[in-house]
Protein backbone atom coordinates (compact mmCIF):
# COMPACT_ATOMS: atom_id res chain seq x y z
CA UNK A 1 0.00 0.00 0.00
CA UNK A 2 1.55 3.41 -1.26
CA UNK A 3 1.37 6.59 1.20
CA UNK A 4 -1.68 8.42 -0.05
CA UNK A 5 -3.56 5.07 0.47
CA UNK A 6 -2.08 4.88 3.73
CA UNK A 7 -3.44 8.49 4.57
CA UNK A 8 -7.14 7.75 3.83
CA UNK A 9 -7.55 5.43 6.64
CA UNK A 10 -9.58 6.90 9.25
CA UNK A 11 -8.11 8.92 12.74
CA UNK A 12 -6.56 7.07 15.40
CA UNK A 13 -5.00 7.59 18.33
CA UNK A 14 -1.71 9.03 17.69
CA UNK A 15 0.50 10.60 20.05
CA UNK A 16 2.20 13.68 18.39
CA UNK A 17 5.70 14.72 20.07
CA UNK A 18 5.47 18.82 20.20
CA UNK A 19 7.91 21.79 21.50
CA UNK A 20 6.47 25.00 21.15
CA UNK A 21 8.72 27.72 22.20
CA UNK A 22 7.52 31.11 22.63
CA UNK A 23 9.04 33.76 20.27
CA UNK A 24 7.12 36.98 21.34
CA UNK A 25 3.46 36.99 23.46
CA UNK A 26 1.05 40.32 23.95
CA UNK A 27 -2.66 40.49 24.86
CA UNK A 28 -3.08 40.59 20.78
CA UNK A 29 -1.24 37.85 19.69
CA UNK A 30 1.09 34.99 20.52
CA UNK A 31 4.32 33.52 18.42
CA UNK A 32 5.63 30.60 18.82
CA UNK A 33 7.94 28.09 17.53
CA UNK A 34 6.62 24.62 17.15
CA UNK A 35 9.01 21.23 16.31
CA UNK A 36 7.06 18.14 15.75
CA UNK A 37 9.41 15.14 15.98
CA UNK A 38 6.43 12.77 15.13
CA UNK A 39 6.84 10.27 12.03
CA UNK A 40 3.46 8.83 11.18
CA UNK A 41 1.63 7.95 8.57
CA UNK A 42 -2.25 7.95 9.88
CA UNK A 43 -4.36 11.05 10.66
CA UNK A 44 -4.10 11.95 14.57
CA UNK A 45 -7.13 12.05 16.71
CA UNK A 46 -8.85 15.26 15.69
CA UNK A 47 -7.97 18.53 17.70
CA UNK A 48 -10.05 21.63 18.21
CA UNK A 49 -8.45 24.84 18.58
CA UNK A 50 -10.53 28.16 20.01
CA UNK A 51 -8.02 30.76 18.02
CA UNK A 52 -7.41 32.56 14.86
CA UNK A 53 -4.08 31.29 13.88
CA UNK A 54 -1.71 31.14 10.83
CA UNK A 55 1.31 28.68 10.56
CA UNK A 56 3.90 29.09 8.36
CA UNK A 57 6.86 25.88 7.38
CA UNK A 58 10.40 26.99 8.44
CA UNK A 59 11.24 23.37 7.77
CA UNK A 60 9.89 20.05 7.17
CA UNK A 61 6.48 19.09 5.74
CA UNK A 62 3.28 17.50 6.88
CA UNK A 63 -0.01 17.23 6.34
CA UNK A 64 -3.19 18.55 7.63
CA UNK A 65 -7.31 17.49 7.82
CA UNK A 66 -9.88 20.34 8.11
CA UNK A 67 -13.47 20.04 7.36
CA UNK A 68 -12.48 16.73 5.65
CA UNK A 69 -10.09 18.34 2.80
CA UNK A 70 -6.25 16.78 3.29
CA UNK A 71 -3.44 19.97 2.75
CA UNK A 72 0.35 19.23 1.89
CA UNK A 73 1.65 21.86 4.37
CA UNK A 74 5.37 23.60 3.27
CA UNK A 75 7.24 26.14 3.23
CA UNK A 76 5.62 27.13 -0.14
CA UNK A 77 1.96 26.40 1.64
CA UNK A 78 0.93 27.62 5.16
CA UNK A 79 -2.43 26.59 6.65
CA UNK A 80 -4.79 29.36 8.30
CA UNK A 81 -7.32 27.69 11.34
CA UNK A 82 -10.53 29.29 12.55
CA UNK A 83 -11.80 28.51 15.97
CA UNK A 84 -14.04 25.86 16.63
CA UNK A 85 -12.28 23.97 13.65
CA UNK A 86 -11.53 20.62 14.08
CA UNK A 87 -7.96 19.32 12.15
CA UNK A 88 -6.04 16.00 12.12
CA UNK A 89 -2.37 15.82 11.40
CA UNK A 90 -0.12 13.14 9.92
CA UNK A 91 3.79 13.47 9.46
CA UNK A 92 4.69 10.51 6.40
CA UNK A 93 8.12 11.87 5.90
CA UNK A 94 9.28 12.74 9.79
CA UNK A 95 9.07 15.51 11.40
CA UNK A 96 8.90 19.82 10.94
CA UNK A 97 9.70 22.90 12.49
CA UNK A 98 6.86 25.66 12.33
CA UNK A 99 6.10 29.56 12.87
CA UNK A 100 2.54 29.50 14.54
CA UNK A 101 0.76 32.75 14.88
CA UNK A 102 -2.24 32.95 17.05
CA UNK A 103 -4.41 35.90 17.06
CA UNK A 104 -7.36 37.44 18.96
CA UNK A 105 -10.62 37.65 17.35
CA UNK A 106 -10.47 41.48 17.51
CA UNK A 107 -7.34 41.65 15.78
CA UNK A 108 -8.30 38.67 12.67
CA UNK A 109 -11.94 41.32 13.18
CA UNK A 110 -9.63 44.58 12.64
CA UNK A 111 -8.30 42.57 9.22
CA UNK A 112 -10.92 40.46 7.49
CA UNK A 113 -13.83 42.23 8.95
CA UNK A 114 -16.92 41.03 10.89
CA UNK A 115 -18.11 39.57 7.17
CA UNK A 116 -15.81 38.30 5.71
CA UNK A 117 -16.14 34.65 4.03
CA UNK A 118 -12.84 32.69 4.21
CA UNK A 119 -12.46 30.98 0.43
CA UNK A 120 -9.77 28.86 1.59
CA UNK A 121 -8.13 27.07 4.72
CA UNK A 122 -4.56 27.08 3.30
CA UNK A 123 -2.64 30.19 1.61
CA UNK A 124 0.36 30.29 -0.98
CA UNK A 125 3.94 31.58 0.55
CA UNK A 126 4.86 33.38 -2.48
CA UNK A 127 8.33 35.35 -2.03
CA UNK A 128 6.99 38.33 -0.33
CA UNK A 129 5.31 36.33 2.20
CA UNK A 130 8.08 34.04 2.97
CA UNK A 131 10.34 37.38 3.37
CA UNK A 132 7.32 38.99 5.71
CA UNK A 133 7.80 35.80 7.49
CA UNK A 134 11.85 35.84 7.93
CA UNK A 135 11.07 39.73 8.82
CA UNK A 136 9.39 38.51 11.51
CA UNK A 137 11.21 36.13 12.75
CA UNK A 138 14.52 38.54 12.43
CA UNK A 139 12.48 41.26 14.87
CA UNK A 140 11.98 38.99 17.08
CA UNK A 141 15.72 38.68 17.25
CA UNK A 142 15.72 42.55 18.17
CA UNK A 143 13.84 42.59 21.09
CA UNK A 144 11.29 45.02 19.84
CA UNK A 145 8.12 43.20 20.49
CA UNK A 146 6.07 46.14 21.22
CA UNK A 147 6.77 48.21 18.05
CA UNK A 148 9.21 46.65 15.32
CA UNK A 149 8.09 43.07 15.86
CA UNK A 150 4.35 43.74 15.78
CA UNK A 151 4.90 45.94 12.81
CA UNK A 152 6.30 42.52 10.83
CA UNK A 153 3.24 40.85 12.61
CA UNK A 154 0.57 43.23 11.01
CA UNK A 155 2.42 43.15 7.35
CA UNK A 156 2.03 39.61 7.38
CA UNK A 157 -0.98 38.92 8.88
CA UNK A 158 -2.73 41.41 6.13
CA UNK A 159 -1.04 39.27 3.21
CA UNK A 160 -2.26 35.97 4.04
CA UNK A 161 -5.65 37.55 5.37
CA UNK A 162 -6.11 39.02 2.07
CA UNK A 163 -5.56 35.45 0.02
CA UNK A 164 -7.82 33.57 2.54
CA UNK A 165 -11.12 35.41 2.93
CA UNK A 166 -13.23 37.03 0.10
CA UNK A 167 -15.54 40.09 -0.23
CA UNK A 168 -14.36 43.88 1.11
CA UNK A 169 -12.40 43.62 4.03
CA UNK A 170 -10.91 46.94 6.10
CA UNK A 171 -7.46 46.84 5.03
CA UNK A 172 -8.88 46.45 1.29
CA UNK A 173 -11.53 49.28 1.92
CA UNK A 174 -8.84 51.95 3.84
CA UNK A 175 -8.81 55.71 3.05
CA UNK A 176 -5.98 57.64 3.48
CA UNK A 177 -7.20 61.10 3.53
CA UNK A 178 -6.99 61.21 7.17
CA UNK A 179 -3.77 60.07 7.51
CA UNK A 180 -2.15 64.06 8.56
CA UNK A 181 -4.64 64.18 11.68
CA UNK A 182 -4.04 60.67 12.78
CA UNK A 183 -0.23 61.04 12.56
CA UNK A 184 -0.16 64.25 13.83
CA UNK A 185 -2.02 62.36 17.21
CA UNK A 186 0.09 59.58 17.11
CA UNK A 187 3.39 62.06 17.74
CA UNK A 188 1.67 64.12 20.28
CA UNK A 189 1.55 60.77 22.26
CA UNK A 190 4.40 59.67 21.61
CA UNK A 191 5.99 63.19 22.52
CA UNK A 192 4.34 63.80 25.39
CA UNK A 193 5.53 59.57 26.52
CA UNK A 194 1.79 58.98 27.26
CA UNK A 195 1.64 55.41 28.80
CA UNK A 196 -0.83 54.04 25.69
CA UNK A 197 2.33 55.01 23.47
CA UNK A 198 4.21 52.10 24.95
CA UNK A 199 2.92 49.63 22.45
CA UNK A 200 1.60 50.36 18.75
CA UNK A 201 -1.60 47.87 19.82
CA UNK A 202 -2.43 50.46 22.79
CA UNK A 203 -1.37 53.30 20.58
CA UNK A 204 -4.09 52.76 18.10
CA UNK A 205 -6.36 51.90 20.35
CA UNK A 206 -5.93 55.24 22.13
CA UNK A 207 -6.60 56.76 18.79
CA UNK A 208 -9.70 55.00 17.74
CA UNK A 209 -7.78 52.56 14.76
CA UNK A 210 -6.72 49.90 14.01
CA UNK A 211 -3.15 49.08 14.85
CA UNK A 212 -2.80 47.96 10.64
CA UNK A 213 -4.28 51.79 9.66
CA UNK A 214 -2.00 53.62 12.35
CA UNK A 215 1.34 51.40 11.10
CA UNK A 216 0.33 52.50 7.45
CA UNK A 217 -0.37 55.91 7.47
CA UNK A 218 2.97 56.80 8.77
CA UNK A 219 5.04 56.12 5.57
CA UNK A 220 2.54 57.03 3.59
CA UNK A 221 2.58 60.46 6.17
CA UNK A 222 5.98 60.97 7.16
CA UNK A 223 8.08 58.56 4.52
CA UNK A 224 8.84 56.31 7.89
CA UNK A 225 7.50 53.32 10.08
CA UNK A 226 6.23 54.24 13.30
CA UNK A 227 8.21 52.18 14.73
CA UNK A 228 11.03 54.03 13.20
CA UNK A 229 9.41 57.33 14.29
CA UNK A 230 9.22 56.47 17.34
CA UNK A 231 12.90 55.49 17.87
CA UNK A 232 13.87 58.78 16.68
CA UNK A 233 11.91 60.54 19.86
CA UNK A 234 13.61 57.58 22.26
CA UNK A 235 16.75 57.99 20.85
CA UNK A 236 16.80 61.92 20.83
CA UNK A 237 16.41 61.65 24.67
CA UNK A 238 18.99 59.09 24.99
CA UNK A 239 21.34 61.49 22.97
CA UNK A 240 20.12 64.14 25.64
CA UNK A 241 20.93 62.37 28.44
CA UNK A 242 23.93 60.98 27.31
CA UNK A 243 24.90 64.61 26.61
CA UNK A 244 24.04 65.06 29.81
CA UNK A 245 26.23 62.39 31.30
CA UNK A 246 23.15 60.79 33.43
CA UNK A 247 23.16 58.07 34.79
CA UNK A 248 23.65 54.18 34.28
CA UNK A 249 23.20 52.91 30.60
CA UNK A 250 20.77 50.37 32.12
CA UNK A 251 18.72 53.24 34.04
CA UNK A 252 18.99 55.18 30.92
CA UNK A 253 17.63 52.11 29.04
CA UNK A 254 14.67 51.55 31.36
CA UNK A 255 13.59 55.06 31.63
CA UNK A 256 13.33 55.30 27.74
CA UNK A 257 11.89 51.96 27.65
CA UNK A 258 13.84 49.89 25.94
CA UNK A 259 14.08 45.98 26.86
CA UNK A 260 17.43 45.94 28.38
CA UNK A 261 20.91 47.69 28.08
CA UNK A 262 21.74 45.39 25.21
CA UNK A 263 17.58 46.57 23.42
CA UNK A 264 19.36 50.39 23.45
CA UNK A 265 22.66 49.26 22.60
CA UNK A 266 21.59 47.63 19.58
CA UNK A 267 18.91 50.03 18.09
CA UNK A 268 21.90 52.86 18.96
CA UNK A 269 24.33 50.88 16.73
CA UNK A 270 21.46 50.38 13.90
CA UNK A 271 20.50 54.25 13.72
CA UNK A 272 23.92 55.86 14.49
CA UNK A 273 26.71 53.54 14.43
CA UNK A 274 27.55 53.59 17.40
CA UNK A 275 27.18 52.45 20.94
CA UNK A 276 25.84 54.77 24.09
CA UNK A 277 29.17 54.28 25.15
CA UNK A 278 31.03 55.49 22.17
CA UNK A 279 28.29 58.26 21.98
CA UNK A 280 28.90 59.46 25.61
CA UNK A 281 32.53 60.27 24.51
CA UNK A 282 31.65 62.19 21.53
CA UNK A 283 28.99 64.62 23.08
CA UNK A 284 31.53 64.99 26.17
CA UNK A 285 32.46 68.29 26.28
CA UNK A 286 35.88 69.03 24.49
CA UNK A 287 39.09 69.69 26.68
Not at 56 to 75: C, N, S, T
Request: include cysteine.
Amino acid sequence: MNILARLSDPPRSVRRVLTAVPVATRPEFGISAVACRDDHTRWSAPEVRGDHRIVLVRRGRFRRMAAGVPADIDATLAYVGAPGEEESFAHPVGGDLCTAISVTPKLWRSLAGDVARPTGRTVYVDPRLDLAHRRLLAAAELGDVDYALSEELLTLLSAAVGRTVAGPTPIGGMSVGRDRDLVAAAREAIAEGHSASETLFSLAELLGVSPYRLSRAFPRELGVSVTRYRNRVRIGRALDRLEADEGSLSTLAADLGYADQAHLTRTMRQHLGHTPTVLRRLLAPSR
